[in-house]
Nanobody, 117 residues
Framework: QVQLVESGGGLVQAGGSLRLSCVAS????????IGWYRQAPGQQRELVAI???????NYKPSVKGRFTISRDNANNTVYLQMNSLKPEDTAVYYC???????????WGQGTQVTVSS
């Protein structure tokens, strides 16, 4: 099992920046990839960015160039640096760990990001 704890959310004006952190504990050696997802009110949860064990990264097109996902393996932490934030980035942001088909996915509790116009 893996436990994930997110932090770093808050209220920011449009054009501002936030950095989210996701600290993993437990069977972290089983993690294949960690992703950041978000869910706005009345919307489906969507993938924002993901980073694999080899360092490969993928981004939702609307955040590419503004958001950067990175990882600190020594501290089992994945970051999401969010710059040039827009009101449409407002959502609860969740960290997700992919442990493969046999062990499945684990989610954190989420952190609220609110961008005011």
């Amino acid at each position: 099992q893996v436990q994930l704890v997110e932090s770093g959310g808050g209220l920011v004006q449009a054009g501002g920046s936030l950095r989210l952190s996701c600290v993993a504990s437990g069977s972290t050696f089983s993690i294949n990839a960690i992703g950041w997802y978000r869910q706005a009110p009345g919307q489906q949860r969507e993938l924002v960015a993901i980073i694999g064990n080899g360092g490969s990264r993928n981004y939702k097109p609307s955040v590419k160039g503004r958001f950067t996902i990175s990882r600190d393996n020594a501290n089992n932490t994945v970051y999401l640096q969010m710059n040039s934030l827009k009101p449409e980035d407002t959502a609860v942001y969740y960290c997700n760990a992919d442990l493969g088909p046999s062990e499945g996915h684990y989610w954190g509790q989420g952190t609220q990001v609110t961008v005011s116009s």
